[in-house]
């Protein structure tokens, strides 16, 4: 941008009993404004996650002003967050080319940034993973620190990863010995260790190739009898339907038969 500026000088002289006015006008001078500075957003693939996820970042960084900004440093804190090698790629969309440096340095990611032009917009993405994160309660806050040489630094948006995932562990247990024609008991013991209800769970059990179920309650659930469920007599596979396992919580299924000759 371009302001002209100019000034005018009106005087007067006397010839004799004559007053004379006059106007003159200097040259015109032009000054260029530059205006600097830069915009910038993070925006995250998913706003969920569970222990080992991989995230995709994408951080949009715009100069609106008409002159170039330089020495651009972007500092991206990873906490909880692991850096994936080679995953880093980045586009001017004015086609305009530069070399982006790259270090890690502890839990930050910092890109250095020769120059971005005037009414250029650079989109960088790359991926993380997330740390096997013990507290199932914790969320991760995700914000990156920017400066350059003629800009004060200051933070894109916040991320907000909030951890949310339901995570099943299966045990079973049985009596180390039986004889034919006996009582047998199996024990599924179903823990979620996540923070949400997991539902719909299909358990598919294999049995022993004699075992029939037991006539009278041969499947409970928390002592609850089901009479949903399907064994197939041939393969003595068992298959039936949880409804739901609570977030940190357990769910017991006994199954009741015996080893028939």
């Known amino acids: 941008m371009n302001v002209v500026s100019q000034a005018k000088v009106s005087y007067a002289y006397s010839v004799g009993n004559l007053k ?39 951080l949009v960084i715009q100069n609106p002003g008409n002159t170039k900004v330089t020495d651009v ?3 991206d804190d990873l906490y909880h967050q692991k850096y994936i090698e080679d995953s880093f790629n980045y586009l001017f969309l004015d086609d305009s080319k530069t070399e982006i440096n790259i270090t890690i340095n502890e839990n930050n990611l910092i890109f250095e940034i020769p120059e971005i032009n005037a009414n250029a917009t650079l989109v960088i993405t ?12 914790m969320d991760i806050l995700n914000i990156a620190n920017i400066h350059s040489k003629e800009i004060k630094p200051f933070k894109t948006n916040t991320i907000d990863l909030k951890q949310r995932f339901a995570k099943i562990e299966c045990e079973k247990k049985c009596v180390d010995y039986t004889y034919f024609d006996t009582d047998l008991s199996y024990s599924i013991l179903l823990k979620n260790l996540g ?62 038969g015996r080893i028939t000759k």
């Open 20 to 58: 004379i006015r006059n106007i003159t006008n200097s040259n015109l001078v032009t000054t260029e404004v530059r205006s600097v500075e830069l915009k910038a957003k993070k925006v995250a693939s998913q706003n969920f996650f569970k222990p080992n996820d991989i995230i995709t970042y994408t």
């Open 126 to 137: 790359y991926q993380v993973e997330i740390d096997s994160v013990e507290e199932i309660s």
């Open 195 to 256: 923070n949400l209800d997991a539902i719909d769970l299909e358990v598919v059990d294999q049995l022993p190739k004699t075992f029939e179920l037991a006539k009278s309650k041969p499947i409970t659930i928390n002592n609850n009898e089901i009479d949903i469920y399907t064994f197939d007599e041939d393969t003595r596979v068992l298959k039936f339907i949880v409804d739901k396992v609570e977030a940190n919580g357990e769910v017991e299924v006994i199954i009741k």
């Open 73 to 75: 440093v972007v500092n």
